[in-house]
Structure formats: C-alpha cells, structure tokens
C-alpha cells in the first residue's frame, strides 16, 4: 500500500485463506493487552488467540519477529510446544516460528502468549512509540496475517502519554486505553505520544479524522484532510459503491519512514513534510486510501498485485478525475516504461530477484494491463468491474478472471489472462 514498501503490511502475509473462503472460517478472536514505556522504545505483551476452524484443530503455527522474548505461551489445552528460526524468503528476513500441539481435538483452541521486545528504529522517537503494522510486533498465523480477527485492545503507557488507534476508544483513563473492532491480525495498531492534534472533518456520510502526534496541525495537515474527503468521495463512487468508505482515520506519527493504508479504514503517513500540492504525494494518498478495498490478494505471492496494482491505478484515477492529465499520462508512461522489462505477472515468484523487480512484476505491469483493460472496455464496465472486485474481496488471480467473464465476456477474460502470463 505508498510507496508501500515491500515489508508492507509487514509486511506481512495472507496465503492460507486462498483456498479457504472467509465465509467458510469462523472468525477468529484475539486480546491484546499491551504496555508501552515509551522513554525506553519497549514494550510487553500478553496476546491471547481464540482460533476457530470447521475442521477440528491439533495444531497451531504462529510466526513472530526473531526480536522478541518469548516468556510464556499457555493455553487449556496445550500439550506441547517448540520453536524454530527460519528464513522468510519474501520478508527477506529471519522468523521464529512457534508449533503448538493440543491434547483432542477441538473446532476451538484458546493460547496465550505474553512476549516483550524493544521497538525498531525508526518506530520510535524520545517521545512516541509506533505499534503499527509495519513493526512487526504481533504474532501471526502463517499466511493469515490478513485475515480479519474480532479484537480487544488494551494499552496502559505512563500517565503523561495519550494513544490513538485506527478508530476511537471505547474506555479511558489516565494511562489506560481500550479500544476493539474487526481487522486483520497484523494491522491491530498503538501509537503513544506525549500529545496529539486532532483535526476532523465531518458531513453526511463521511467522517475523516486526522491525529498528529507531539506537533501542531499545519496548513499541508487541512489540506491533506481536503484532499482525502475529495478521493473518497471519488472511489466511494468506481470502487466502493457496494462497500463505501463511511469514516477514516489519518495516524501521522512523524517517524519519517513510510506511507501505508490499512483494510481498517485507515492510513498511517509518516513522512513528517507530506504535502498533497505535489501531484507525487497526492498520488502516495489516493494509493494508501484506495487500499481499504485493495488488501485481499496474497501479498506474498504473486497475487498481490491485485493489492499494488489495483491502487496504484485507483490512485492515477484520481489525478485524471481531479483535472491533473499530464500527471496522470506522466505516470502511466513511467509505468508503461518499467513494465516493458517485467516479467509475467502470473506464477511470479515473489521471493526470488530484486525489490525492484518487485517493483515492477507487482505495481508498474498491472497498472498498465488495468489501464488497457479500461481502454477496452471504456468508463462504465471498467468501474463496475472495480466495484464488483471490492465489494467481493477478490483475493486471486483466478476469481479475478472469473469476475471478469461474469461482467464482459470469454474473450476479455482470455485477453486479460494472456496479458498477465507474458
């Protein structure tokens, strides 16, 4: 999702729900209860699973970030436990990989870990501390890590910090907050600081809220919360016509490191300088807000540029509709450029070759087969192709093409599928 980087959502991962359908998995349930002691970038952690399948569950696999300190993992049922490290071929990174065995069977199986790390650089300054996705902080089912939980989130920080989530909490006190909602695992989120400013911008329908932590609201700040009231309003019409965005939540933490949106109806910029005059970084904001519906493809496997490709587009899109042609051509001639050298989108294999490869298999080449796709079709089939996409939650290549049959006809199905498999 940002320049989404590519540890986006760190990232992360959701492959095991492509062949399980979220209608046919119960949701999941989980409690966070988390300490942040900002002055020293730590953290500590007691996170409790409730994972539920049709099937009877023995097993469970969490992956976590090879940092933390595992201090104990319990459940009712838990029989037995190891540990491995292994290498993340698409995170390019090292994971601990925790394998719980329970005694029977059970379609429901309750385990609690309680771990403590310190954050990484650049998630933390002398006076904020991010728990965002892209920290990394939480364990996850392997591939899963964005398939949606029901969530409870307590936070208790020293009693001159504040926290913000992506939505409003439902209780506080000094130095305690509880928030909870429906999100994927990996993108539960905690920001501390020692203040924030708020800034809003409400009308019939839609609900945009921007916080700011430990400096004041600028004019690029009202700006920024203009400008996404006019993308939302614009996608709510070609994408989320079945699935509105009714409310957002802008976290500006200042950490200077990425921009990224989130399922959960939110974004988090951190860029401390982000000014949506430039054409560039208005782009960077329709992308990051155009991924509430464009988060379901597997991000660690080629269908992620049903993620990348689709907001990259979402995001050119808007420049064109909001007057801006030459950086709208600017943008798909770029794209158009990078795509020529890429290999096939379809079967990519994500975890060989370099981020810029990446780049280009994942982001620049589906703009561009989405851009003649539009061409083929022209305005109105496209967008309801983008509305039935996001209303669906597609989440392959396969369904995509189905949708598309459904919605034109076997030869721009076979059209589409060639395009992607050279």
Known sequence: MFVCPMFKRIMLTSLGWLALCLACRA????????????????????????????????RLALNLNKQLRVESVSGPHLRAQTARLFYDGFQKDTLRQLTLDFTGARRQQTLTIQYSGQLPKRFYTDSLAELTPYANWLPNLPDREYEPVRYRLTVHVPPAY???????????????????????????????????TRLASAA????VVLYKANQSATAADSLLLRQARRIITYQNQIIG?????????????GTNRNAGGLLDNAAVITYPDFDTRDPAELLILAHEISHKWWGYGTWNDYNNWLNEGFAVYSGLLYLRAAGDTASFRQGLAKRRASAATAPAVLNFDVRQGTYATFRQVMYDKPTIILYELHQRLGDAPFFRILTATAAARISTTQAFLELVERETNRETRDWLALQLST
Do not use: K, M, W
Request: hydrophobic share 35%; charged share 20%; proline share 10%.
């Open 27 to 58: 949701t999941n349930t989980v409690a966070v209860d988390l300490t942040i002691r900002p002055e020293t970038h730590s953290f500590s952690c007691r996170y409790t699973l409730t994972a539920r399948s049709p099937a009877a569950l023995t």
């Open 162 to 196: 504040q926290v913000v989530s992506t939505h409003p909490p439902r209780r506080t006190r000094s130095g305690y907050y509880e928030f909870a909602g429906t999100a994927p695992n990996i993108e539960i989120t905690a920001i501390a600081a020692r203040y924030f």
């Open 204 to 207: 019939p329908g839609l609900a």
């Open 241 to 253: 016509r079945r699935d509105p965005i009714r409310q957002f939540t802008f976290l500006l933490p």
